[in-house]
């Protein structure tokens, strides 16, 4: 039996010598000085046309991840800048690289277990059980919790609250947040903040953005926050200052003293 290979497609972008084409968009005649920015990247993405619902969600949460000052992204790109200047879109690749389950990215870990309780049969006994397995670990729960913002994250409540504003989104990805808010503090015994992945997860699962590509959001976004601090770091460095206080503030030991110590 012959087995005939399907010949890869790609329905994203085409050409010819006098115009191209987006999807199905001529992007001269069509999306030229007619669409914005996030209106393209939406149908690009998803594959439909944005509603004016998935602007509003989308502009905010790119807003909400584009910046959060010195973080390990933001002084990575500092820093390979530093070391190339001339390679701007390595520092910024670098700075990328950064974003994922610890830092930025985390709204994907966060929506794969909203996943899971909007598929279960009993919601809270999934979030219960969400929140003593990660107690168990010792690990916060994807989504809760912050090392800053205490007693509460004020970004994750307002994209909460800009969430439950829309009338045109079910809401049953904010109600799996809110269940699993509930069963976080049950179990930690206090009330654990949602952070802003937290909430990040819940509204772009409103629009119908898939779990595994929510971190593609954070890296969009992020990238025009770390070429502002490139921008900053030409006309104020600090990579090398950076450099000079690791330098200093971690000293060498030998590995002698440090196998007795």
Not at 180 to 187: F, I, Q
Request: some cysteine.
């Amino acid at each position: 039996m012959t087995t005939t290979k399907k010949t890869p497609t790609t329905s994203l972008c085409t050409h010819t010598l006098t115009s191209l084409t987006y999807g199905n968009a001529n992007l001269v005649a069509d999306l030229m000085g007619k669409t914005t920015f996030t209106e393209v990247m939406l149908m690009q993405i998803l594959g439909r046309k944005a509603r004016p619902v998935d602007l509003r969600v989308t502009d905010v949460v790119l807003i909400v991840l584009m910046e959060h000052g010195l973080t390990p992204s933001a002084i990575a790109t500092r820093l390979i800048y530093m070391s190339a200047p001339e390679n701007l879109q390595g520092a910024v690749s670098a700075g990328l690289l950064a974003v994922g389950s610890s830092f930025v990215g985390t709204m994907e870990n966060c929506s794969g277990l909203l996943d899971r309780i909007i598929a279960a049969p009993d919601a809270h006994a999934e979030a219960l059980e969400i929140a003593r397995h990660y107690k168990a670990l010792k690990s916060p729960v994807p989504g809760f919790g912050h090392h800053l913002h205490k007693p509460v994250d004020p970004r994750a409540y307002k994209l909460l609250e800009l969430g439950r504003a829309e009338p045109e989104l079910h809401g049953n990805r904010i109600r799996a947040l809110e269940t699993l808010s509930k069963a976080v503090d049950e179990v930690a015994g206090r009330a654990i903040t949602i952070n802003a992945t937290g909430a990040v997860a819940a509204l772009l699962g409103e629009i119908e953005v898939p779990t595994a590509i929510m971190r593609g959001f954070a890296v969009i976004s992020r990238a025009a926050g770390l070429v502002a601090h490139i921008v900053e770091e030409q006309r104020d460095p600090s990579g090398r200052f950076i450099w000079d206080t690791v330098e200093h503030a971690i000293p060498f030991v030998s590995p002698g003293a440090a196998t007795e110590a």
